[in-house]
């Protein structure tokens, strides 16, 4: 689980969005909210004044003042309880002297941005000064140090804390200005004495620049800092398991004993729960429910409490044994492509008999009065003998009699917002009886009425009955569309958001049978829409996934037009690029013969006339995949102006790889320049030569890529250089994709049933975008130029890891989506065969859906939200559709179809 998400499904129940459009912090149109919003945003900005919005932030600027563009800026982080008193008086402080100022204007948004898994490196920032002038800065500080002296507020790990208050400093950029980062991607500058912009360090440590002296004033609270230690500390650490917002999980040892203990460790007034409870009261909340469950042999016992450096620690039992969710990972029978009879039945035994132990535990825990409140199966310890399991983490535990709601919880497993003590743990059991058969229990996050068909789907492939799954399904659907409109984390229910008109289509989603009830957004299927089809079902699902996506349509925002992955937010044009925004959406409507939506080109073709600083020029993440889509789509002479704009750009210092640096540059220039003349076709000529040049000496004399697989390793690379081959002939460029090729596949592993899988940490990866389905790919490219055994023999190796019987998410980057394109496309592998697995993964898609609007969709990365975009969401999903059963097979851009497999007469034959 990536937590960042969570963050994103606070405004809005069917999309991920940013948290600040929440009706609890601003409306659906963008207009301060009363509902938490501090008293000082409610008022209209000083005379003299300027008040505008970005993101989270409100800022005031003087009219006419003009700031050095880096320097040192104040941070002051606040409580839940002080934050509009400090608010208040800071800009009281600040307005009379003219020093600008910005703030998180709301309750609601602070909450989030000092919640358990923020951002480290953000989270407690809720004021920031910027003083006129480094001469001015120590006054200032000095000024809020004595004003704010006393108050309450968690330490802000970026920075340096100033006194005993909420006051922080660090230098870095006021204005925005970029340079590309170590991965090649734009981030945050400052300029060094020489001028030249290097990166703004902002991640959750400490950082001055080494050429910045602070002021004679700060080394006092420098050295307090660095005389912070762990000296105090009663066990020796050996090592850290998990870091969050509120603090640190680590493996110790008590000297006096020499018994292995886990140390947990809470930050102050950080790492906040839905109900505002900090990291400090939660441990405590633990520390009281270990004390009445002592002697229990399902939970662990507590060894002591400490406090170290205003940290405050609890020592615990070390519990052998390996977590439930990685057992289950291990054992998991759908992981191979053809599981047996006897594979299935033995894992539904160990499911149930795992459910049992689970659920006696649970029921001796409540037996004590204690309600568990975040059961899910990374909080389960299974002993190696798998007769024992543990309980862990009661931070959100409560007494039964209190009956709390919930205010912490994994998004498999979140409880309703109607469920109260006792009854949160079990709908967390319900969910966990399914989730070992099929983990898709996120999905309900989404919409429950997924679990009859989920039930139904696990009964069908494992020996188990729908009756033995009744109760499951029953304690899930009890109250079902009367608490529905609760956000994913137990935090409280945005209002319903303000749609556009075509976002106002009602919705059937109730599975792909289709009902005339509504779902949980209260929408009604609309007449000639009752049934939505399966995805197989082509092309009535075409025009259905596409009735979804137009329904989506926001034309009004200026952020993104459709809704998708979270990355549309991390960069001016992520709500436009080719992979994440409106480009790639439009790019699967028109490859598929999809209705396009005149709407959304309007939209885009009005923001890249000017684009914003800080914009990427890569071809999934930025300008170029937007020219090259604008072309594809019919807009010839809009691409060819974003073109030389891009021309224009510099490009050195970019990654080489395909996403968003020189390969995906270059092939979209490279590509541009065909239908340009003149001038403007040696401009897009040269820099798509330039791109080339500097992939090629990456991968020839740079530090080798820390990422494998074609959208971000060297994958990626060979298929430049493959494209580059076909264009000129020079059989050098083959040779550099040989040695592209060769690269990933020695970070490649052998897994399961022997299939070849990209390895990436500890993790062996199947997908499109960084595993085997896309190195599979260009590999089919190379070969059908060159023969070579070794890149034979490595293509029919990884096609065994694109035909497991599951896979848990549905996008065509990371999840099944993907390799349903690759193997209708691929010439590898008997054709019978691929077509029985490209219909068994099509299948599973139907798992995957849940429609929007009438209309057939899909949920996005992490699946706690649906997804309209290309890279994670319905419109890959309909790109992968289109590619198999499409009339003409669609495809990704620089990948024309390839014949498929039922048009070939030899399994594994390669085709010209």
Excluded at 324 to 336: D, E, K, Y
Excluded at 346 to 358: F, S
Excluded at 875 to 897: I, K, M, R
Aim: with cysteine.
């Amino acid at each position: 689980m990536n937590p960042e998400y969570a963050t994103y499904c606070q405004a809005d129940r069917d999309f991920y969005d940013v948290p600040h459009r929440s009706s609890n912090g601003v409306d659906g149109t963008g207009s301060e909210a009363r509902n938490g919003s501090f008293g000082p945003t409610q008022e209209p900005a000083p005379e003299g004044w300027e008040r505008s919005r970005r993101g989270d932030w409100l800022s005031y600027s003087p009219r006419g003042l003009r700031l050095p563009q880096q320097g040192w800026k104040i941070h002051i982080s606040a409580t839940l309880d002080n934050a509009e008193s400090i608010l208040q008086r800071v800009l009281d402080y600040c307005i009379p002297r003219r020093v600008p100022v910005k703030f998180i204007p709301s309750r609601p948004l602070l909450l989030l941005r000092n919640a358990k898994y923020a951002d480290r490196a953000g989270s407690g920032k809720f004021l920031t000064v910027y003083p006129h002038s480094e001469e001015s800065f120590p006054e200032v500080c000095g000024d809020l140090m004595e004003l704010l002296d006393g108050e309450p507020g968690p330490y802000i790990l970026s920075d340096l804390r100033c006194g005993d208050g909420p006051v922080h400093v660090r230098y870095g950029a006021f204005a925005p200005r970029f340079c590309p980062g170590p991965d090649g991607r734009l981030v945050p500058a400052v300029a060094d004495p020489s001028g030249t912009l290097v990166p703004d360090p902002r991640g959750p440590s400490l950082r001055i620049p080494d050429w910045v002296t602070p002021p004679a004033f700060l080394q006092p609270h420098i050295e307090a800092r660095t005389t912070v230690g762990m000296d105090q500390m009663p066990y020796e650490i050996s090592g850290a398991l998990h870091f969050s917002n509120g603090g640190g999980v680590y493996k110790a040892r008590d000297p006096r004993t020499g018994e292995d203990v886990v140390l947990k460790e809470a930050r102050p007034h950080a790492g906040l729960a839905a109900d505002g409870a900090d990291a400090v009261a939660r441990l405590e909340r633990e520390r009281t429910a270990l004390e009445q469950l002592a002697g229990l042999e399902c939970v662990p016992q507590l060894r002591g409490t400490f406090e170290v450096g205003g940290h405050h620690f609890l020592a615990l039992e070390h519990v052998p044994g390996t977590t439930l969710n990685t057992v289950f990972a291990r054992r998991f029978p759908l992981s191979a492509s053809q599981p047996s009879r006897e594979q299935l039945a033995e894992h539904a035994e160990w499911a149930g008999r795992m459910y049992g132990l689970v659920a006696d535990a649970v029921q001796a825990v409540h037996e004590r009065g204690v309600v568990i409140s975040d059961l899910h199966m990374s909080n389960v310890m299974v002993s190696d003998d798998e007769s024992r399991v543990v309980l862990l983490d009661f931070e959100a535990a409560s007494r039964t009699a209190d009956r709390c709601r919930q205010v912490v919880a994994n998004p498999a497993f979140v409880a309703p917002r109607d469920r109260r003590g006792v009854e949160i743990d079990r709908y967390a059991l319900a969910c966990l009886r399914l989730a070992l058969l099929l983990p898709l229990t996120t999905l309900f996050a989404i919409d429950r009425g997924k679990v009859t068909q989920l039930a139904r789907g696990a009964a069908r492939i494992f020996p188990v009955t729908e009756d033995e799954l009744r109760p499951a399904v029953d304690e899930i659907l009890r109250n079902a569309g009367q608490s529905d409109n609760a956000p994913a984390h137990g935090t409280t229910p945005p209002e319903q958001a303000i749609r556009s008109a075509q976002s106002r289509q009602t919705s059937a989603d109730d599975g792909p049978e289709g009902s005339t009830a509504p779902d949980s957004t209260g929408h009604r299927p609309t007449a000639g829409s009752l049934r939505i089809p399966d995805p197989g079902e082509w092309p009535l699902s075409r025009d259905s996934m596409a009735q979804a996506i137009l329904a989506s349509c926001t034309p009004d925002r200026e952020d993104r037009c459709f809704p998708g992955d979270i990355a549309q937010f991390a960069s001016p044009a992520g709500g436009q690029s080719l992979g994440y925004g409106a480009a790639g959406i439009l790019y699967a409507l028109h490859e598929t013969g999809a209705p396009s939506s005149p709407e959304a080109v309007e939209w885009l073709l009005a923001r890249v006339k000017e684009p914003a600083p800080g914009t990427p020029i890569g071809l999934y993440d930025g300008l170029a995949g937007i020219a090259w889509t604008l072309r594809r789509i019919g807009h010839p002479e809009q691409a060819a102006e974003l073109a030389q704009l891009i021309a224009r750009q510099p490009v050195d210092g970019l990654t080489a790889d395909l996403h968003g640096g020189h390969a995906g540059i270059a092939l979209a220039l490279d590509d541009l320049a065909r239908t340009a003349t003149g001038t403007e076709a040696v401009a897009l000529a040269g820099t798509a030569d330039r791109c080339t040049a500097l992939a090629a000496r990456a991968l020839l004399s740079g530090p080798p890529s820390p990422r494998t697989g074609l959208l971000h390793g060297a994958t990626g690379l060979a298929l430049l250089f493959i494209r580059r081959y076909e264009s000129t002939g020079d059989p050098q460029l083959l040779d550099l994709a040989a040695t592209a090729l060769h690269r990933d596949l020695a970070r490649c592993r052998p897994g399961a049933e022997d299939a070849l899988l990209v390895l990436e940490g500890k993790r062996t990866m199947p997908y499109l975008g960084a595993g085997s389905a896309g190195l599979a790919l260009v590999l089919d490219e190379y070969l059908a130029h060159r023969p070579d055994d070794a890149f034979t023999t490595a293509r029919q190796a990884m096609l065994p890891a694109l035909c497991s019987a599951f896979y848990v998410q549905p996008g065509l980057f990371r999840g099944v989506a993907g390799l349903i394109l690759q193997l209708s496309r691929t010439p590898v592998g008997d054709p019978e065969l691929k077509q029985r697995t490209i219909r068994r993964h099509i299948e599973l898609l139907g798992l995957h859906a849940v429609p929007y609007a009438g209309g057939l969709a899909f949920p996005g990365e992490q699946m706690m939200r649906r997804s309209m975009d290309l890279a994670t969401g319905t419109a890959g999903c309909l790109l992968a559709l289109g590619s198999a059963l499409g009339d003409t097979p669609a495809a990704l851009p620089f990948l024309s179809p390839r014949p498929r497999p039922t048009d070939r007469s030899q399994p594994g034959t390669v085709h010209q």
